[in-house]
């Protein structure tokens, strides 16, 4: 604001020598820098203050837009929980129809299979069912089993070959089998003269 420099001052500190003398020029000293303290300590103080208001009202700014971004969120939170609810709805209604629908088929099956039950059989009907389980057995191969793979029954002999005891009768004991001798650890196939 004013352009004060150090000529300046010296010529005003002069002229206050001048004017107010030796005597008295201490005392408006002091006087003057208790006024230029307090008048310091005023600026500082509404500085501050200045300060603690710019910083208050960021912090309220900060937290106005953090409360924003959490409203935000949670409205697309509930917006996707309200979705999911309603897929999950349309689903278990989806589905529930089609229980509905095979429960009415099962139950209209159910009341066939009782009006056939109760009506008098038709020979020419229950003679066709007939054909086609025996055709239906005859090409199951479970129920006949090709002959060439089949394998033959084992011979008598066939058993004692294996060791096997054969019993021919319920009343009859069984034959015991001749027990081989184990080969001894000193013959190494060889005869002995």
């Known amino acids: 604001m004013f352009d004060i420099g150090f000529s300046e001052i010296f010529v005003i500190a002069i ?50 837009e953090t409360q924003d971004s959490l409203r935000e969120a949670q409205q697309g939170f509930n917006e ?10 349309r689903e278990q209604e989806s589905l529930q129809r089609e229980l509905d629908a095979l429960d009415r088929d099962v139950r209209g ?16 009907t229950e003679r066709e069912q007939i054909e086609e389980q025996s055709l239906a057995s005859s090409s199951d191969p479970d129920l006949n089993p090709d002959p060439e793979t089949m394998e033959s029954p084992a011979s008598r002999d066939d058993v004692y070959a294996r060791g096997m005891p054969v019993e021919t009768d319920s009343e009859a004991e069984p034959v015991p089998v001749p027990a081989r001798p184990a080969p001894s650890a000193s013959d190494d196939g060889a005869q002995r003269r």
């Open 15 to 64: 002229v206050a020598l001048l004017v107010l003398g030796p005597e008295r020029l201490p005392k408006a000293a002091r006087f003057a820098g208790l006024w230029v303290r307090r008048a310091r300590a005023q600026w500082h103080s509404v500085k501050s203050e200045l300060e603690n208001e710019l910083a208050a009202e960021e912090l309220k700014r900060s937290l106005r």
């Open 109 to 124: 099956t159910s009341a066939q299979a009782e009006d056939q039950t109760a009506s008098p059989a038709d020979p020419a």
């Open 80 to 89: 996707g929980l309200d979705e999911a609810r309603n897929r999950i709805k």
